[in-house]
């Protein structure tokens, strides 16, 4: 009876909790209760506000769901990381997430390892929308948000035990709701979908996934400190929307080449996981998957290729179907290949396109169907795995660690003696942003024979994360692919080289002997310390032109008023008038910016001359322009005054408000043309034309600096009738082809417009250009004329591509035979103004700060006093 009575009580405890259980689920809500239709429906986009809704009642009702702002949108919109797992597991998320970083950073012996591996729960982070056009992975999202915390099946108990998902629920807020207004606005129009005349991201548009180890934009810096710094998962999957053509999704594994700094665990994992979700795609009959096309392993920067030096598992997936509008293929008009250059056959013969699609309907709920499947498979995997995943990132971090001596440096030393010394912090900071382990000298010390005194830094090897800091200080050396050989080059992914201390221009020393060194170690990020005013400056102070930091505090300074000089003598210097409130001001910028003001006890000798705070007009096409993003952020960072310039305000608005116009890197159709009649809503169509052009050429010889990067200078040549030639121009990529590197380039000092630069700077060349300046010829019939010399072109050389040695960094095809020695910076006078062309981009993704005085030196030059063709340096 006793016992019958003790069933009883366990059978009535057990529907009670069954009830309890019932009962939550029941209050969890579906996202169709909260957005009114299905995810994936057609027509339909939910904006971030929406999803926000959906969330919040989800983290409100769910026990197994977490939801935490890790930061916010260039904006100010809050980004939100939902953290999904079982109740036990949500009770104990500290636990789990330290188990995960002592692993991942490897301190600990392989006896603990082991144990906290057995007892660990794997983290697995999943994020949608960073490219806020690739719309329906945000769609998808709360769907299987929804799945992990209210399904009971075998599969997702097993999940939500075994492994703690990191769910970024929308990585690019501000441009989910750009890409659903534009879409909804114009939906039922002919140009439903179209993409919108504007960056979705505020500053670098789809180039925020480009952004990675620099960390410019606060999204970066909010991501990464959850990746490298917080939960260290061991699969980061990145999920995109750009399916090859005739296909569903690309899933890897990925094409060649792979990075040699990658452990090749890292690698087995990533197709690990590619064949996870290849056989759950073949189960569930869900064709068109194809794999090993264009996307590879060799590039870092992006956010799924930076895991990787971190021995994480970075997967990239790219699904088909990218707006909520439907689409038929026609089944007769199946090509017979799929991809561009490397391709896969669509008969069902190709090994990594086994089960091709064939066409018909396409909607936007197939998109969500194939995103979804593709994390469960992922997130099964993990679950299935999760020891083995926890263990290997141990092991990788261990062998990285104990390669010291071997085939990893003993450190890396950055020596307090730098010619930016602002420049060498941000290198340091970009290295903590992304959890590298930095140390700073408190005593002078010995390496490799060299003396270095205190307040340097130190990266040492015995780390986990080496392969990140080996893969940005040395020169990348990429591999020279051929279609077949002979043929034309394999383009890589992306950038073939990146090295950082080339790009910043910062002095970074490797050491492979061992040496000994008093140092403390950098916690959170490295400050600039506090810079030196001189407390006697009769007449005021002068500041080195060689800190970018000292743009900041010369900007400032103007802004409030302050009287700030440049000298002819000294152009590596600016000198500031002591007035009323200038001490103090100083004061506050060498404490912020750690710059150095000299006293200047009396008024230069030689000439000097006032600058004014330049006005800057940036022009930006309807044809939505990354580069233009990128100069407007390069421009507020440093204080520049600057206004958006679109067509009709060349046209027609009075230019001579400005001191200079920067057109940004942009094909000379976009700029001339824009978008075609009939392709956009008509007010987004049209480019500068025929009357934009001539008020840019009005605005030259009226005493404007017009400023060109890379591709724009073709515009400024050909439209305002330069005395310049683009060598570039013409030749195919079998001929010359340098698809994004690092080439040597030798600076004029003695120009104006190179003031503080280094001798010697690496450009970022991305298939980019070189000129020649154009003179009459005096030849003809095979003989040399001897009539008298036609002037020479009021053409000034500012820097030019090096005569040997170019590549610095990546690959490049036939630069010695057609680039070397060729100008890569020239200014060109016309009546009272002139020309800047730059034959690359100096500000390129924020990464080549060594470059970046040449622009700033450009813009105070063009608020100088005007002389009809005059120049500042001479001529080539």
């Not at 261990?398 to 071997?406: C, L, N, P, Q, T």
């Not at 506090?530 to 900041?552: F, H, I, P, W």
């Not at 005569?803 to 100008?823: P, R, T, V």
């Not at 020239?826 to 993704?845: D, E, I, M, T, Y």
């Amino acid at each position: 009876m006793k016992q019958l009575t003790t069933l009883n009580q366990a059978i009535f405890l057990l529907l009670t909790v069954l009830g309890l259980t019932s009962t939550v689920l029941a209050q969890v809500p579906k996202p169709v209760d909260v957005f009114g239709f299905e995810p994936g429906a057609d027509y339909k986009l939910a904006k971030y506000n929406l999803l926000m809704d959906y969330y919040q009642r989800l983290d409100k009702a769910s026990n197994r769901v977490k939801m935490v702002q890790i930061g916010k949108s260039v904006l100010g919109k809050p980004l939100m990381l939902l953290m999904v797992s079982s109740e036990a597991n949500m009770k104990q998320l500290d636990k789990w997430r330290s188990i995960s970083e002592q692993l991942s950073r490897a301190k600990i012996d392989a006896k603990q390892a082991r144990t906290l591996a057995e007892t660990g729960k794997a983290v697995v982070w999943i994020d949608v929308g960073l490219h806020a056009s690739e719309v329906a992975a945000a769609q998808m999202m709360p769907e299987l948000a929804y799945r992990m915390a209210t399904e009971e099946s075998t599969e997702m108990k097993k999940i939500r035990d075994q492994v703690v998902a990191l769910l970024m629920i929308e990585m690019n807020p501000d441009g989910l709701n750009i890409v659903a207004d534009w879409y909804n606005g114009n939906l039922g129009t002919p140009y439903e979908t179209t993409s919108p005349p504007w960056l979705y991201h505020h500053y670098v548009g789809h180039d925020n996934n480009r952004d990675w180890f620099t960390n410019n934009m606060p999204e970066t810096k909010a991501v990464s400190e959850v990746l490298y710094n917080q939960w260290y998962p061991q699969i980061v999957y990145n999920q995109h929307q750009t399916s090859p053509a005739w296909t569903r999704i690309f899933i890897p594994p990925f094409a060649n080449p792979v990075n040699p700094h990658i452990h090749p665990g890292v690698t087995s994992g990533v197709n690990m996981v590619g064949s996870a979700m290849a056989s759950r795609f073949a189960m569930k009959k869900m064709p068109g998957v194809v794999s090993q096309l264009r996307f590879s392993m060799w590039w870092n920067g992006g956010m799924r290729t930076v895991p990787y030096f971190h021995n994480q598992i970075g997967i990239l997936t790219e699904t088909a179907h990218a707006t909520p509008s439907p689409r038929f293929y026609p089944p007769d008009s199946l090509p017979k290949t799929v991809g561009v250059g490397v391709t896969a056959a669509t008969d069902g013969t190709e090994i990594f396109y086994a089960n091709p699609w064939k066409g018909g309907e396409s909607h936007f709920r197939d998109a969500v169907n194939y995103m979804e499947e593709a994390s469960m498979a992922t997130l099964v995997l993990a679950a299935d795995k999760r020891e083995e995943f926890l263990y290997n990132i141990y092991q990788m971090g261990r062998d990285a660690i104990e390669a010291v001596g071997k085939t990893k440096p003993y450190a890396y030393v950055i020596p307090a003696d730098q010619w930016d010394k602002g420049e060498a912090i941000n290198l340091i900071n970009m290295l903590r942003q992304s959890g590298v382990e930095v140390n700073k000298a408190t005593q002078p010390f010995q390496a490799n024979n060299i003396s270095y005194p205190a307040g340097g830094y130190i990266i040492y090897g015995a780390q986990a994360f080496i392969p990140y800091v080996m893969d940005l200080m040395e020169k990348q050396v990429h591999p020279n692919q051929r279609l077949y050989p002979g043929g034309p080059p394999i383009p890589p992914y992306d950038l073939a080289g990146w090295t950082l201390p080339m790009q910043m221009g910062v002095k970074v020393n490797r050491v492979d002997a061992g040496f000994a060194a008093t140092t403390s170690p950098v916690t959170g990020m490295a400050a600039a310390e506090t810079g030196e005013v001189a407390t006697s400056a009769g007449y005021g102070y002068q500041l080195s032109r060689k800190e970018n930091a000292s743009v900041m505090a010369v900007n400032q300074l103007l802004s409030q008023g302050e009287s700030v000089f440049i000298g002819s003598a000294d152009a590596n210097s600016f000198f500031i008038q002591k007035g009323a409130n200038t001490e103090s001001s100083v004061k506050k910028l060498a404490a912020e910016l750690g710059l150095r003001f000299t006293a200047l006890d009396s008024k230069p000798a030689s000439g000097i001359t006032p600058l004014k705070l330049p006005k800057v007009g940036l022009y930006k096409s309807w044809v939505a322009n990354m580069d233009e993003g990128w100069t407007r952020w390069f421009l507020e960072s440093y204080g520049f005054p600057v206004d958006t310039l679109h067509d009709a305000d060349i046209a027609k608005k009075d230019l001579s408000a400005y001191s200079a116009i920067i057109i940004p890197d942009q094909s000379v159709k976009e700029i001339l043309n824009g978008h075609t009649p009939n392709t956009m809503p008509a007010q987004y169509t049209g480019g500068l034309g025929l009357g934009g052009t001539l008020a840019l050429s009005q605005y030259v010889n009226n005493g404007g600096m017009l400023v060109t990067f890379d591709e724009a200078s073709d515009f400024a040549i050909e439209l305002l009738g330069l005395p310049v030639k683009n060598v570039t121009d013409g030749l195919s990529n079998q001929q010359f082809y340098i698809p994004g590197s690092l080439i040597r380039t030798t600076i004029d000092t003695r120009n104006a417009l190179a003031a503080g630069m280094q001798p010697e700077v690496a450009a970022a060349f991305s298939n980019s250009r070189a000129f020649d300046i154009v003179r009459q010829r005096r030849e003809g019939e095979g003989g040399k004329e001897t009539i008298k010399a036609a002037p020479e072109p009021t053409v000034e050389l500012i820097a030019s591509y090096a005569k040997k040695d170019l590549l610095m960094s990546g690959w490049a095809l036939n630069e010695d035979k057609y680039i070397a020695g060729k100008a890569a910076v020239l200014r060109a006078h016309q009546n009272k103004g002139s020309v800047v062309l730059f034959g690359f981009r100096p500000q390129f993704r924020g990464q080549p700060r060594a470059t970046y005085k040449l622009i700033f030196n450009a813009l105070y030059e063009s608020t100088l006093p005007k002389t009809a063709g005059s120049t500042t340096g001479k001529s080539e």
